[in-house]
């Protein structure tokens, strides 16, 4: 969707008239029914007359075409400024126009990743240049318009009207940066003339109308080069190899896609059920390429941010098909979706997902569930009703179904029951269920998965981290303040009688899993659900006790510090719902590990417990 779509004269006139703020914020409200921030329009009113300045001196035909505001489907982001219009020999260009208020930045750790000051103090963001050329990259491949008439040529900069480069070291300019600054050049404040001087190169002939109604009503779907690319990463990728059931679960979302593929009216809803490591991701990521190659308009869900990031960098690699991330959304991306504006929406770990998102639009009547089944003729949950830790977690098989009825769309149901994590030990799982669950052992723990009780987290830490390469989790039984001392993070995991102390995961680093400098950081049940590691180490804190008196597992309220997961304390003679949640907080940390899982108990009760469970005494 384009906000505003007019001649290069009308958008200066409404600039010498003062009156772009006015028009904006009108036609936001007639286009999308949304009253404008009074921030956002501070910011259209501060950067608009900057560039108007620009098109002035480049001395366009009055017929070059200015576009503001283009929102990319099906995402929250907005390219700022889009003209369009012919060179001196006619060719078609479009050159896409990131603004920024900036007056300083820092480099900072990561690909395209810089510090400046936003939203009232110092963060992580990505460098300008990259923005930009990731735009392009979108509009490249999800608009159809644009990669089958590739006489359109798309160009990309970034103008930081407030920021004076700095005579030496302009740590935007640093070499780390080079790759997309050599695709989308940048122009500071005293650059006005270059940039005039570059619009001036691609458009100088107008003649843009055609140019900008061809990129406003481009169909969206995925280019055939990325079908291609997704294709060819999951096809050589022995990790995304189906097996058994998880073949069997596969072949029903195709055989039921392609039943419907013809009935544009006809909805359906799949849910596919499987306990940690049965291959659900797997099963998703190939009915993704399958989907993709057959035409559809696919998008993956995950509502775990980190596992999101993680998920896309596993399918990536090393092979540089950054455009492939687009294809991952966020599970509060469909608030304003049309109706079955998608062909298929694939949701991994369903159970995450919430009646909103965080300082998103609520629709009454709605929730993330309604949303994704309402925006898709094919909505592919994969779940597992376990693995619900927060209060905000409304994911579950009869939630799904209750909204699925609304819809009268008809339901499948599989089942997934084999085991690929933790050794391919199902015994480990129905080990763990049963300790968790205070029921009766039928067997002690056997078979090839490394469980061990640690007695130091010390120790925990020395075999699981230094020795095996693996990663330490805790459950959240220790508040994160997310202080930096003296230029780290605050050690916030403390065991007082043990001398230990380490911080939480960096919460700039949605990669911490897998990302080297985040070894000695202590996982979150929040940035580690849905992932796998070969080995994990797992703090049990204070929250999960042992009554040896009374024989049962204890949960102790004051004990779990996250504020944003805990439900209200039940009324008497209620069960408290944070028993469950604890439960399933551990047993989701209990099984990320792919060869084995150590664990330190705060409560020697619940050590000694575990340890008579091992060896099968109930």
């Known amino acids: 969707m384009i906000i505003y779509n007019e001649t290069s004269s009308a958008f200066l006139n409404h600039i010498y008239e003062n009156k772009i703020g006015y028009v904006l914020k009108e036609k936001v409200l007639k286009k999308m029914n949304k009253v404008v921030s009074p921030s956002e329009l501070r910011s259209w009113e501060r950067s608009l007359p900057q560039m108007a300045k620009v098109l002035r001196d480049a001395d366009l035909k009055e017929d070059t075409h200015v576009l503001l505001e283009y929102k990319l489907p099906s995402t929250e982001k907005r390219i700022d400024f889009l003209i369009t219009g012919q060179d001196e020999q006619g060719s078609k260009n479009a050159v896409i126009i990131e603004l920024k208020q900036w007056e300083k930045a820092k480099t900072a750790e990561g690909d395209g990743i810089v510090r400046t000051f936003l939203g009232g103090r110092e963060r992580e963001t990505v460098h300008p240049a990259y923005q930009a050329s990731s735009y392009k990259r979108y509009l490249l491949n999800f608009n159809e318009s644009l990669y089958t008439d590739t006489s359109i040529k798309l160009h990309a900069c970034a103008y930081l009207h407030n920021y004076i480069m700095a005579s030496f070291s302009e740590p935007l300019l640093d070499k780390r940066y080079g790759k997309y600054i050599e695709e989308s050049p940048l122009y500071f404040q005293f650059n006005d003339r270059d940039l005039a001087k570059n619009i001036r190169h691609l458009v100088s002939n107008g003649k843009g109308k055609e140019i900008a109604e061809t990129i406003e009503h481009g169909k969206i779907r995925p280019s055939k080069k990325l079908v291609e690319t997704v294709g060819s990463l999951i096809a050589g990728n022995e990790e995304f190899v189906l097996l058994d059931e998880q073949k069997v679960a596969y072949e029903k979302v195709v055989s039921l896609y392609n039943k419907l593929k013809t009935e544009t009216d006809q909805k359906q809803v799949i849910i596919i059920k499987g306990g940690p490591g049965t291959g659900k991701s797997v099963i998703g990521l190939n009915v993704m390429s399958y989907m993709l190659s ?294 989701t940390l209990m099984t990320r590990g792919m060869k084995g899982c150590y664990v330190y108990c705060c409560d020697k009760g619940l050590e000694r417990y575990i340890k008579e469970r091992i060896k099968g005494i109930s």
Not at 343 to 365: F, P, S, T, Y
Not at 385 to 398: A, E, F, L, P, R
């Open 294 to 587: 057959s035409r559809a308009y696919v998008e993956y869900i995950t509502p775990n941010q980190a596992f999101r990031e993680v998920l896309r960098k596993k399918l990536i690699g090393s092979s540089g098909h950054v455009e492939v991330r687009d294809l991952f959304k966020g599970s509060a991306s469909y608030v304003e979706t049309p109706k079955n504006y998608f062909d298929v929406l694939i949701c991994d770990e369903a159970h995450r997902l919430k009646e909103q998102g965080h300082m998103k639009k609520k629709i009454a009547g709605e929730n993330q569930i309604t949303q994704i089944i309402r925006s898709s003729r094919i909505s592919v949950f994969f779940i597992d009703d376990t693995q619900k830790i927060s209060k905000k977690d409304i994911g579950s098989v009869m939630e799904i179904e209750k909204e699925a009825s609304r819809f009268g769309v008809s339901i499948y149901i599989a089942e997934l029951e084999s085991q690929y994590r933790c050794s391919g030990s199902g015994n480990y799982i129905s080990w763990l269920d049963s300790l968790l669950n205070n029921e009766e052992v039928d067997s002690p723990l056997e078979g090839d998965f490394d469980f061990r009780i640690i007695s130091s987290p010390h120790q925990l830490k020395e075999e699981i981290v230094d020795k095996l390469g693996g990663r330490l989790l805790a459950g959240y039984a220790w508040d994160w303040t997310k202080n930096i001392v003296d230029g780290k993070l605050a050690d916030d995991v403390v065991i007082e009688e043990q001398n230990f102390s380490m911080p939480w995961n960096d919460p700039n680093r949605i990669d911490w899993a897998i990302h080297p400098d985040c070894a000695y950081q202590i996982g979150c049940i929040h940035t580690v659900q849905g992932l796998e590691m070969d080995y994990v180490g797992v703090i049990i804190g204070k929250d999960l006790g042992y009554d040896e008196e009374n024989k049962k597992l204890i949960v102790r309220r004051d004990e779990f510090k996250d504020k944003g997961a805990k439900p209200a304390k039940p009324k008497k003679g209620q069960v408290d719902p944070l028993e469950q949640l604890v439960r399933n907080t551990y047993k």
